[in-house]
């Protein structure tokens, strides 16, 4: 983790997010910018919390996607027990990521692939207080709503990472037995054949 001196007068944000190139143009981007000050970067999730706690920021960016937590699972970590406020980039144009994102207090939803001028627009914006959300997902977020419990979620990203039943049994403190009921459960409100059909439409539609 790479950190910079602290200044009081610029809004400060800790950028999380696993690709190293892509994290450095972040950093560079922002710096660009006379109000902001990149306090730290770091490269998942674990790294965020901790970066949070030492820096106190402002604001959080993060991936979704990242190495053991991802950035879902730290804005849930940070709800109610943290004033940093949380803005997701993400190359996910999906409602469900974002309903997630909602549900988990994040402040902003950020396109990759929107203009680069709109990041700092959008950092600005979630430190005044308003939420920052891509008008057209959000109106699709409440349109398909996610049929599936975080446990449910939980236990069939495990299975698809290769984590035998006995493993997740172990892993959440779970009889083998509950973690089956769950897999067959989230593979039947999806309509899926098994479990990793069930994967691959929780994923498609940003649920997984």
């Not at 106190?56 to 943290?82: C, F, K, N, Y």
């Not at 949380?86 to 994102?101: E, H, S």
């Not at 509950?178 to 069930?198: F, K, M, P, Q, Y």
């Amino acid at each position: 983790m790479s950190a910079t001196p602290a200044t009081s007068a610029r809004i400060r944000v800790v950028i999380a997010e696993d690709e190293r190139m892509v994290l450095g143009a972040l950093a560079a981007l922002l710096a660009l910018e006379s109000d902001i000050e990149v306090v730290a970067q770091v490269s998942d999730g674990e790294q965020a919390l901790a970066a949070v706690e030492q820096y106190a920021p402002d604001i959080l960016l993060t991936d979704v996607e990242m190495p053991g937590l991802t950035g879902l699972d730290v804005a849930l970590r940070l709800q109610g027990r943290s004033r940093t406020r949380v803005i997701v980039l993400t190359t996910f144009a999906r409602a469900g990521y974002l309903r997630r994102a909602l549900e988990a207090g994040v402040y902003g939803y950020v396109l990759k692939a929107r203009p680069a001028s709109e990041l700092a627009k959008a950092v600005r914006g979630v430190q005044r207080g308003a939420r920052v959300i891509y008008p057209t997902l959000a109106a699709e977020s409440w349109a398909d709503p996610d049929p599936l419990t975080a446990r449910q979620r939980e236990i069939l990203r495990l299975s698809t990472e290769g984590t035998r039943t006995a493993g997740i049994a172990k892993r959440l403190g779970l009889s083998a037995g509950t973690v089956r009921n769950h897999l067959s459960e989230a593979i039947a409100r999806l309509g899926a054949s098994n479990r990793i059909d069930a994967a691959r439409i929780a994923r498609r539609k940003g649920w997984l």
